[in-house]
């Protein structure tokens, strides 16, 4: 992750895949989250449940099965 940053730091674009949101809070500047092939780029800020825009919360929480036992 350190050498990632640096990275980033220099200005080289870094394109990775995490499933952990933890990890995007932290790491990401932008993200792309996908559902059925289709995206849309959010703020890292925007994947805290609290401020996550309504057709996010869904991915965020666990993809088309959220809320459900």
């Given at each position: 992750i350190r050498i990632l940053r640096q990275?980033?730091?220099?200005?080289?674009?870094?394109?990775?895949?995490?499933h952990d949101m933890d990890h995007l809070r932290r790491l990401a500047d932008e993200v792309l989250m996908l559902n059925g092939g289709h995206g849309r780029w959010v703020a890292p800020s925007a994947l805290n449940h609290q401020?996550?825009?309504?057709?996010?919360?869904?991915?965020?929480?666990?993809?088309?099965h959220a809320g459900t036992a």
């Open positions: 990275m980033a730091d220099e200005g080289v674009t870094i394109i990775i895949v995490l401020h996550a825009p309504a057709q996010m919360v869904p991915f965020t929480l666990g993809g088309r």
